[in-house]
């Protein structure tokens, strides 16, 4: 069977036959789930997430500013076990709150109220610019909040269902989820127009090609975890002392160099 009728879900499915609320079900020749770290189509394919996610320690909620986004510089200010990020979007500067807490399967379930108090219990009494922040946070209805998480499977096809980007292989905000899943979904797209007569033989070599790929971002990523937010004092200042002696160390190179 060759793969003609291809669809692209965040909502449930069961097998690849779609069940609408308001019209006939129709089937699909391959369901593609593309719905997250959270994805609904690889809890009812693959089985709870439990069995793939793993929490890093971290936890993050982002809200967007009032300021104009001037240029791409990132303000990162940190403390044990936090920190918070200042940075650009189109157009717009965002706030992003980075803290260790413990896992919270229900977060992303949780009503605005809620993780917004999370969010402020967890930055009370930090200094620079983070009262301000707060105070937008509490007066803003435009709040994320997650867990910062890695997604793992043995595999990403099932039957006629395939998953790409961070349903497949989520490393949170500590990897380049948005370019990977990018790559992911055009090395799909390659297999399936290149083998369209032969869809599992096409699955199977989208997996091999991207999880070369995947493997490069998931590997260290606890590590990295600890880097953005240090537990301790003595944590960050091991993490800043090379960005410190960077300078130092560039201006002895620019010394040493012979002079013309």
């Keep these: 069977m060759s793969v003609r009728n291809v669809l692209v879900v965040g909502a449930g499915i069961a097998g690849s036959t779609l069940a609408y609320e308001r019209s006939a ?150 990897g380049e989820g948005s370019s990977t899943a990018i790559a992911g979904a055009a090395t799909l797209a390659h297999e399936l127009g290149t083998h369209a007569g032969e869809p599992a033989a096409a699955l199977r070599r989208y997996e091999r090609a991207h999880r070369k790929r995947v493997g490069r971002g998931q590997h260290g990523v606890a590590l990295a975890s600890r880097l953005l937010v240090p537990a301790t004092r003595a944590g960050t200042a091991v993490r800043d002392t090379p960005f410190r002696l960077w300078p130092v160390l560039a201006s002895v190179r620019r010394a040493e160099r012979p002079p013309g």
């Excluded at 890093?56 to 990132?74: D, E, K, S, Y």
């Design 25 to 174: 079900p129709r089937r699909f020749d391959l369901v593609v789930g593309a719905d997250g770290l959270h994805s609904r189509v690889r809890r009812l394919t693959f089985g709870p997430e439990a069995q793939f996610l793993t929490h890093l320690g971290l936890h993050i909620a982002t809200t967007p500013l009032q300021q104009t986004a001037a240029n791409r510089t990132v303000l990162l200010h940190n403390a044990p076990s936090r920190a918070v990020a200042i940075h650009s979007t189109v157009g717009r500067e965002v706030a992003a709150f980075v803290f260790r807490a413990p896992p919270r399967s229900n977060i992303r379930d949780q009503g605005m109220e809620q993780n917004k108090q999370l969010v402020i219990a967890a930055y009370s009494g930090m200094g620079w610019r983070v009262p301000e922040l707060l105070d937008r946070v509490r007066r803003n209805e435009d709040l994320y909040c997650d867990s910062v998480s890695r997604v793992r499977l043995d595999s990403w096809t099932r039957g006629r269902v395939v998953l790409v980007g961070d349903a497949a292989s989520c490393v949170s905000l500590l």
